[in-house]
């Protein structure tokens, strides 16, 4: 099935600063979508992403799907406290399978 | 309801006790979905269902994990003889349809600490 590899691992920011998670698939991906999994949390919605270079905004966050549909990225301009969390892409496995397949996450921490 | 729910939030078995976690999705998802969640890794597939039918229960590590849901509403996933290894958090997530545009939506999940 489909694999997903995220970088970083793990992310230290000062608070203000920006922050850039990457996604990158080795094949074509149908769609991707992207989760926040706050400490102690469960993972929560935030978006999906379908065309080749799409490109959403919510707020501070900025989410691209490459041209190629192998790649994705979120961008968060001018980190704040209630960013702190772990950022998942996931994708649809191939040959139909049911579930999401997540990337490992990439681990958001923010220094005041 | 509101939201998914997930009972127990927490559980703690000796090893080989036999365990029961249930999930209450969103009322009128058809999709329901089981997810392992080790600390500090991502979800793992688990299981699927469509209303009551079970279509995919290929991320089932071993044959001691059983899920079902018969009325294709509240779901449980029941782990049988628990091992060390099993200890992770279990999460339920539910949806509108398989491939939702708008994501699945996850309950609090249950933690499982096998000692």
């Known amino acids: 099935g489909q694999q997903v590899m995220q970088i970083p691992q793990y992310q230290h920011v000062q608070e203000g600063e920006d922050f850039t998670t990457y996604c990158n698939s080795s094949?074509?991906?149908?769609?991707i979508q992207w989760y926040k999994q706050r400490p102690g949390g469960h993972p929560v919605f935030l978006i999906q992403?379908?065309?080749?270079?799409e490109v959403k905004k919510q707020k501070r966050l900025t989410f691209q799907f490459g041209e190629a549909k192998k790649n994705s990225s979120l961008h968060i301009t001018a980190t704040q406290t209630t960013d702190v969390g772990t950022y998942f892409c996931a994708v649809y496995s191939g040959g139909g399978a049911d579930g999401l397949t997540f990337g490992k996450g990439t681990h958001l921490i923010i220094q005041p | 309801g509101a939201g998914v729910s997930q009972s127990p939030r927490y559980k703690v078995a000796k090893r080989g006790q036999d365990v029961a976690l249930r999930c209450d999705p969103i009322?009128?998802?058809?999709?329901l979905f089981w997810y392992q969640q080790a600390l500090g890794q991502g979800p793992e597939f688990l299981t699927y269902f469509q209303n009551e039918a079970q279509l995919d229960k290929s991320g089932l590590p071993s044959d001691r994990f059983f899920a079902e849901r018969p009325e294709g509403s509240v779901s449980t996933l029941k782990i049988q003889r628990t091992q060390q290894e099993d200890s992770a958090v279990y999460l339920c997530?539910?949806?509108?349809?398989?491939?939702?545009?708008?994501?699945?939506?996850f309950g609090s999940g249950t933690r499982l600490t096998v000692v």
């Open positions: 992403l379908v065309k080749s270079g």
């Open positions: 094949t074509t991906l149908s769609n």
């Open positions: 997530a539910s949806s509108l349809e398989r491939r939702d545009p708008y994501g699945y939506t």
């Open positions: 009322s009128g998802h058809v999709s």
